[in-house]
C-alpha cells in the first residue's frame, strides 16, 4: 500500500533553514496526485503550507508564501520542504499528505508527522 | 483565527448522536467547494474520515455522515463510542486565499 514518512533535523536554529523530506513508497510521485505540506503547532490546529503537482506546478499558503519551497525529486520519490528564516512560531509537528484533487480534493493519506523545533 | 469555524468542543454518551458544525463563507463552503472532515487521535497523523460532504472512505464505518447547507456543513456522529474520543477536523478549499483551509477542530468527548 501506499505510504508516506518525513524526515528531517528536529531541532533547527532562529533564522535558519527548515528542510524536510517525504519520502512515498508504493506510488510513483510523478504519475499523478498532489503532495502536500500541512502543520500543527502543539496544542493547535491544522495548517495547510503547500501543495506540489505531479509536474511541479507549486501552490503556497500566502502566509509563507515568502518563506517557503516546495519541490519534487522523482529520482528518489520523494518530495521537499524548505522554509527558510524560521522563528519559534515555526515550531510545530510537520506532515506530508497526498492530496486527490487540488481544489475540490482532500488529503487522503498522511505520513505519521515529524518534530520541528525551532530553538537556539 | 481559522477560516472555518468548528466549535471548540462537543460531548455526548456512549449511544448517543452528535453534531459538529464547521462554518464558512461564500469563497469556501458556499462556493461549492467540497468538504472533507478527519479524525486525530492524540499523538497521530490526521485520518479522513468523510470526504466531499458525505463520502466515506473503505473502512469508515456507517455511524459518520456528512452533510452540507449554504456556508456550513456538519459532521454526525451517532451510537458514540468510547473510542470516537479525538480531534475532528473539517476542510476545504478557499478561493480569495486560493488554497486549503482547514478549521480550528473540534474535541470529542464521550461521557
Known amino acids: 500500500q501506499v505510504q508516506l514518512q518525513e524526515s528531517g533535523p528536529g531541532l533547527v536554529k532562529p533564522s535558519e533553514t527548515l528542510s524536510l523530506t517525504c519520502t512515498v513508497s508504493?506510488?510513483?510521485?510523478?504519475?499523478?496526485?498532489?503532495w502536500a505540506w500541512i502543520r500543527q503547532p502543539p496544542g493547535k490546529g491544522l495548517e495547510w503550507i503547500g501543495t506540489i503537482s505531479h509536474s511541479g506546478t507549486t501552490y503556497y499558503n500566502p502566509s509563507v508564501k515568502s518563506r517557503v519551497t516546495i519541490s519534487l525529486d522523482t529520482s528518489k520519490n520523494h518530495f521537499s520542504l524548505k522554509m527558510n528564516s524560521v522563528t519559534a512560531a515555526d515550531t510545530a509537528v510537520y506532515f506530508c499528505?497526498?492530496?486527490?484533487?487540488?481544489?475540490?480534493?482532500?488529503?487522503?493519506?498522511w505520513g505519521q508527522g515529524t518534530l520541528a523545533t525551532v530553538s537556539s | 483565527q481559522s477560516v472555518l469555524t468548528q466549535p471548540p468542543s462537543v460531548s455526548g454518551a456512549p449511544g448517543q448522536r452528535v453534531t459538529i458544525s464547521c462554518t464558512g463563507s461564500?469563497?469556501?463552503?458556499?462556493?461549492?467547494?467540497?468538504v472533507h472532515w478527519y479524525r486525530q487521535l492524540p499523538g497521530t497523523a490526521p485520518k479522513l474520515l468523510i470526504y466531499?460532504?458525505?463520502n466515506r472512505p473503505s473502512g469508515v464505518p456507517d455511524r459518520f455522515s456528512g452533510s452540507k447547507s449554504g456556508t456550513s456543513a456538519s459532521l454526525a456522529i451517532t451510537g458514540l463510542q468510547a473510542e470516537d474520543e479525538a480531534d475532528y477536523f473539517c476542510?476545504?478549499?478557499?478561493?480569495?486565499?486560493?488554497?486549503?483551509?482547514f478549521g480550528g477542530g473540534t474535541k470529542l468527548t464521550v461521557l
Open positions: 508504493g506510488y510513483s510521485i510523478s504519475s499523478g496526485y498532489f
Open positions: 461564500s469563497s469556501n463552503i458556499g462556493a461549492g467547494y467540497g
Open positions: 466531499g460532504y458525505s
Open positions: 499528505a497526498r492530496m486527490v484533487d487540488w481544489i475540490m480534493g482532500e488529503f487522503d493519506l
Open positions: 476542510q476545504s478549499y478557499d478561493n480569495s486565499l486560493s488554497g486549503s483551509v
